[in-house]
């Protein structure tokens, strides 16, 4: 009975599978690295306001202890050696990053009250 000609007989598939055709129409998905990380924030430490503090503390009361155009302008030099030492021995820790900008800070609070602050005789 299996070869009378009434018989229903299934032939193999001519096409290609649904499966090759999702593969041919849509293509794997690209490789995307992932974002890089944000940069941190910068933090600073209670220890790190105090030391800046001091700088502009010495900037301003520096003032009273002399003539301002003097006081600025021995702090101007002693930001002049201080800028040759850092020159020469650049500083690497956060400490001592932090003290060079704290004696620049008090180099520019010097100048500033000294062209603010009224000359007297």
Same mark, same amino acid.
């Given at each position: 009975?299996?070869?009378?000609?009434?018989?229903? =007989?299934?032939? /193999?598939?001519?096409?290609?599978? =649904?499966?090759?055709?999702?593969?041919?129409?849509?293509?794997? /998905?690209?490789?995307?690295?992932?974002?890089?990380?944000?940069? *941190?924030?910068?933090?600073?430490?209670?220890?790190d306001?105090?030391?800046?503090?001091?700088?502009?503390?010495?900037g301003?009361?520096?003032?009273?202890?002399?003539? *301002?155009?003097?006081f600025?302008?021995? $702090?101007?030099?002693?930001?002049?050696?201080?800028?040759?030492?850092v020159?020469?021995?650049? /500083?690497?820790?956060h400490?001592? %990053?932090? @003290?060079?900008?704290? @004696?620049?800070?008090?180099?520019? $609070?010097?100048?500033?009250?000294?062209?603010? %602050? *009224?000359?007297?005789?």
């Amino acid at each position: 009975m299996a070869d009378a000609p009434d018989d229903f =007989r299934l032939l /193999p598939p001519e096409g290609r599978s =649904r499966e090759e055709l999702s593969q041919l129409l849509e293509p794997p /998905p690209t490789f995307q690295p992932p974002p890089p990380e944000a940069a *941190p924030r910068p933090q600073f430490s209670v220890a790190d306001v105090l030391v800046v503090m001091v700088g502009v503390a010495v900037g301003l009361a520096g003032a009273t202890w002399m003539r *301002p155009d003097y006081f600025a302008a021995v $702090m101007g030099l002693v930001t002049l050696l201080g800028l040759l030492g850092v020159h020469l021995y650049p /500083p690497e820790s956060h400490l001592g %990053k932090l @003290i060079w900008a704290t @004696i620049v800070m008090a180099y520019v $609070m010097a100048v500033l009250t000294a062209l603010l %602050k *009224p000359a007297t005789a």
